[in-house]
């Protein structure tokens, strides 16, 4: 049986789209509960804390596994080996790593890159600069994988980086809270991302 984990990766970069008036601090730990509410409510799924930002632990439910990539030089290649390291008794472990500054992402993408993952190595969700809002993958995460979650065009990197065809899958793209512009880019009619909704109040919103 495939062993999955999802893990939400938080890094100080992700409050770049904090509203002025906002704390940026408030404002990461909003995205990343909301982020990390949706994996913990996907089906047979482990979810995960990865974070480069102390205290954040008390967004998660008690025995949720905390992997600490603060000082990592390449956070996203500490994550997925942390979460490597929770499945390495289980049979084809597979990992996804969430960026969290999406809150409003459907679950039903990160269905599509596990299922992406039945024939590839890896698989990629992009933003709308074509850095990754997720990233999945076949652990160990394959040593070719070089790009990180500020990595744009990131989907052709990994392509020219791949040793061979169809190594990568391509899912459905969506969008990232990347600056205060991308706030009009939440999907208001979406269920979920509750607490960012609350945060943001009367910040400017999709219509």
């Known amino acids: 049986m495939t062993t999955r984990f999802a893990g939400v990766l938080v890094t100080p970069g992700m409050a770049a789209a904090a509203p002025v008036g906002t704390d940026r ?4 730990s909003a995205v990343a ?4 509410e949706l994996l913990a ?5 482990t979810p ?8 954040l632990e008390e967004i998660t439910w008690p025995g949720t596994p905390v992997i600490d990539v603060a000082g990592e030089p390449d956070p996203v290649r500490a994550g ?4 490597a390291g929770l499945g390495a008794a289980d049979a084809d ?5 969430v960026a969290a500054d999406a809150p409003d992402l459907p679950a039903l993408l990160i269905g599509k890159l596990f299922r992406g993952l ?3 190595e890896v698989a990629i969700c992009p933003d709308q ?7 999945a993958a076949r652990l160990p995460l394959p040593g070719w994988v070089e790009v990180g979650f500020e990595t744009d065009q990131a989907l052709v990197r990994l392509r020219a980086a791949a040793p061979g065809p169809r190594r990568v899958y391509a899912g459905p793209g969506w969008h990232r809270l990347r600056e205060p512009a991308d706030l009009r880019r939440l999907d208001v009619g979406l269920e979920g991302w509750e607490q960012t909704r609350a945060l943001l109040g009367g910040a400017p919103l999709s219509r």
């Open 93 to 97: 472990p597979q990992a996804v790593l």
């Open 48 to 55: 995960v804390l990865v974070t480069a930002v102390p205290g």
């Open 129 to 135: 600069r074509g850095a990754p809002v997720a990233l």
């Open 41 to 45: 409510g996907l089906e047979s799924v």
């Open 25 to 28: 601090s408030a404002f990461l």
């Open 33 to 36: 509960e909301d982020v990390y």
């Open 80 to 83: 997925f080996a942390g979460m």
């Open 118 to 120: 039945g024939g590839r």
